[in-house]
């Protein structure tokens, strides 16, 4: 075997590792970003507010989260409000599993 066919060799063993090794990163990434979340979407529950309702108690009677406050965040996110004070007659979506 000559030495150009020995080097050239090398070369290419050398940029296919790199590009290999790349693809692989690439590929980990985005395996491991897809499987990130637990669900693709949200169920909510439509709730039509009563006299004597306030959010954390929906959320604490409808929720299946421990963690009420994450869900009162949601909740607040999800319907445009700008704080926890609902009305009577007012109609909201309450996640049900986050």
Do not use: C
């Not at 060799?9 to 491991?32: E, H, P, Q, R, V």
């Not at 009677?61 to 007012?90: A, C, D, M, W």
Request: hydrophobic residues 45%; charged residues 15%; without cysteine.
């Amino acid at each position: 075997m000559s030495r150009t066919f020995l080097k050239s060799n090398l070369k290419f063993l050398k940029y296919f590792s790199i590009f290999l090794g790349i693809a692989l990163l690439i590929f980990a990434l985005f395996f491991n970003f897809s499987f990130t979340n637990k669900h693709t979407y949200i169920d909510y529950q439509r709730v039509v507010v009563r006299e004597g309702d306030t959010l954390w108690s929906l959320v604490k009677k409808l929720s299946n989260e421990i963690n009420t406050q994450i869900v009162v965040e949601e909740t607040i996110k999800f319907n445009n409000l700008n704080n926890t004070y609902i009305q009577p007659g007012q109609v909201i979506y309450i996640p049900l599993d986050l």
